[in-house]
């Protein structure tokens, strides 16, 4: 087994502890496992010659997000973003150990740990592949769920920050998407 399956296979392993579930064509997976293997399959549609450290900070872009809950934050903007940035911090220091123990070298981690905490969008090219990679995945798989969740507006205002976040590539992606007629609706209302 070389490094790269190795480490993709420590993070599914870690993914698999999940004790939150969700059900994806009629079968039940630990939570993140599923959001790892979305991010894997649809950065390698969108970029089928990814490197391996895009490859693995997409699968790892989540490991273990459940250890950090959202509810140990204020529920505002302040306490959203303060939770987003220890959840990299982690996501990368779990991944960082995963890669040392498998015999990556100092460079190769520190480049996907630059790559999960996303530095430099708009700079970095794999930075930005990633950033597009998450809204992709959350476009396609989770997006239906949390339309249906808030009303209108909000969900319009997600979908502008989501799509501004995006390269151009990102947003041709987004938009072939099997997407439903109310979700492509609202997409077109948040681009007017």
């Known amino acids: 087994m070389t490094?790269?399956?190795?480490?993709?296979?420590?993070?599914d392993e870690k993914n698999a502890t999940d004790p939150n579930t969700e059900t994806a064509d009629?079968?039940?997976?630990?939570?993140e496992l599923l959001y790892?293997?979305?991010?894997?399959?649809?950065?390698?549609?969108?970029?089928?010659?990814?490197?391996?450290?895009l490859q693995i900070a997409a699968r790892a872009q989540h490991i273990c997000r459940w250890q950090i809950p959202r509810s140990d934050y204020p529920m505002d903007k302040v306490g959203y973003l303060?939770?987003?940035?220890?959840?990299?911090k982690m996501h990368a220091q779990i991944t960082s150990e995963i890669l040392e123990s498998v015999g990556y070298d100092q460079e190769f981690i520190d480049r996907v740990s630059f790559l999960i905490r996303k530095k430099m969008l708009k700079?970095?090219?794999?930075?930005?592949?990633?950033?597009?990679?998450?809204?992709?995945?959350?476009?396609?798989?989770?997006?239906?769920?949390?339309a249906a969740k808030h009303n209108d507006e909000k969900v319009i205002d997600i979908l502008q920050k989501t799509w501004r976040?995006?390269?151009?590539?990102?947003?041709?992606?987004?938009?072939?998407?099997?997407?439903?007629?109310?979700?492509?609706?609202?997409?077109?209302?948040?681009?007017?």
Request: proline share 3%; with cysteine; aromatic share 10%.
């Open 26 to 31: 009629a079968k039940e997976y630990p939570k």
């Open 123 to 146: 700079k970095d090219d794999e930075t930005q592949a990633l950033e597009d990679v998450i809204c992709l995945v959350f476009l396609h798989f989770y997006f239906e769920e949390f």
């Open 82 to 88: 303060k939770w987003r940035e220890e959840l990299k």
């Open 165 to 192: 976040k995006m390269s151009d590539e990102g947003h041709q992606a987004a938009l072939k998407l099997p997407l439903s007629e109310s979700s492509l609706s609202l997409i077109k209302q948040a681009l007017a």
């Open 36 to 53: 790892s293997q979305r991010m894997s399959q649809k950065l390698l549609d969108f970029m089928p010659d990814a490197s391996e450290e």
């Open 3 to 11: 490094n790269f399956e190795e480490a993709l296979k420590l993070i």
